[in-house]
């Protein structure tokens, strides 16, 4: 079991950047493929990006590749979304999520474990 909180959202105006991070209970949190993804009002969830367990390999989302850098700390049980070049479409509550296993799956479905979400405003 690993619980997740979420912190570093906010209100930003268009082009500015936000550090999104979330901590992990637990001590085992090198074993879990970790995932960021957002949900906007009326939309499905949808995946942002995403790390490996030592934090090698990233895949990002079309959407975001070039502005987002999903990265981890796993002495410190944290993984943080840098968000540059922000814009209105990117307003959303970002989630990030876990999941056992060295797999790095873009659906929602496939992660196990879940954070509350954080809020990200941007405002043109």
């Known amino acids: 079991q690993v619980q997740l909180v979420e912190s570093g959202g906010g209100l930003v105006q268009a082009g500015g950047s936000l550090r999104l991070s979330c901590a992990a209970s637990?001590?085992?949190?090198?074993?879990?493929?970790m995932g960021w993804f957002r949900q906007a009002p009326g939309k499905e969830r949808e995946f942002v990006a995403g790390?490996?367990?030592?934090?090698?390999?990233?895949y990002y989302a079309d959407s975001v590749k070039g502005r987002f850098t999903i990265s981890r700390d796993n002495a410190k049980n944290t993984v943080f979304l840098q968000m540059n070049s922000l814009s209105p479409e990117d307003t959303a509550v970002y989630y990030c999520?876990?999941?056992?296993?060295?797999?790095?799956?873009?659906?929602?479905?496939?992660?196990?474990?879940w954070g509350q979400g954080t809020q990200v405003t941007v405002s043109s």
């Open positions: 637990g001590r085992t949190f090198s074993s879990y493929v």
């Open positions: 790390i490996s367990r030592g934090g090698a390999s990233t």
């Open positions: 999520a876990a999941r056992s296993g060295r797999y790095v799956p873009a659906s929602a479905d496939e992660y196990d474990y």
